[in-house]
């Protein structure tokens, strides 16, 4: 039972243009969202949260959109940079996984070309 | 130290031997996580601790994962007898107690049985 789907495997991306990663969940209870980053051979590394209360986040390029009604989040990047050609997974908790235990998506790969 | 340090890096072992991954945190982190990547597949909770308190233990596949963190720092994940399905990313990671940020990753213990 997947909880957190990334529907999308991998997407690629103009350098320069915008990219729009997508998260879905089934868990209405989730409360807190996370995106992370992580490169080939390292572990992820924290990129951007947004709690319930909210539906937008923004830092820097990185802006994440939590629609709650959908129970879908998006992980929009602009603009696309070569460096952000990563595997990035969205992570959700709250409810009956607690604060500190997140369920996480299996990842969309993005390739950023030059 | 100045990140989450794992080692090995990667493990090539024999079915049915027994493996241990070590975990050493952040240094002042209190609260400390095992997760696995399994091909494919998403991050898989495992295990949790924080500071003193009884672990929670939910997302150990079976009782032949185990794991201890001695100190309040070090940690060390033990699988015995292993089996191929145990082969996977195995990733720990640390954060400040209470922390809604996200946890600083490890870059993982690449295990693989044969």
């Known amino acids: 039972d997947q909880q957190v789907k990334q529907n999308s495997p991998s997407l690629s991306v103009q350098e320069g243009r915008i990219s729009i990663l997508n998260c879905d969940y089934t868990n209405s209870m989730f409360d807190y969202f996370l995106w992370y980053k992580k490169y080939p051979a390292e572990g992820p590394t924290f990129l951007i949260s947004i709690s319930s209360i909210k539906d937008k986040n923004e830092d820097g390029r990185f802006t994440v959109f939590l629609n709650k009604s959908a129970k879908h989040l998006s992980l929009h990047i602009v603009p696309s940079q070569p460096g952000d050609s990563a595997v990035y997974f969205c992570a959700a908790s709250g409810g009956t996984s607690g604060t500190y235990k997140y369920i996480f998506g299996t990842g969309t790969r993005l390739k950023v070309l030059a | 130290g100045a990140g989450v340090s794992q080692s090995p890096s990667n493990k090539v072992t024999e079915k049915g031997k027994d493996v241990e991954l070590r975990c050493d945190p952040i240094?002042?982190?209190?609260?400390l996580y095992w997760y696995r990547q399994s091909l494919g597949q998403g991050l898989e909770f495992l295990i949790y601790f924080q500071g003193n308190s009884a672990p929670d233990k939910s997302g150990l596949p079976s009782d032949r994962f185990s794991a201890e963190r001695t100190g309040g720092s070090v940690s060390t994940l033990t699988i015995q007898r292993t089996q191929q399905e145990d082969s996977a990313v195995y990733l720990c990671?640390?954060?400040?107690?209470?922390?809604?940020?996200?946890?600083?990753f490890g870059s993982g213990t690449r295990l693989t049985v044969v």
């Open positions: 240094s002042g982190h209190t609260a």
């Open positions: 990671a640390s954060s400040l107690a209470g922390t809604t940020g996200g946890y600083t």
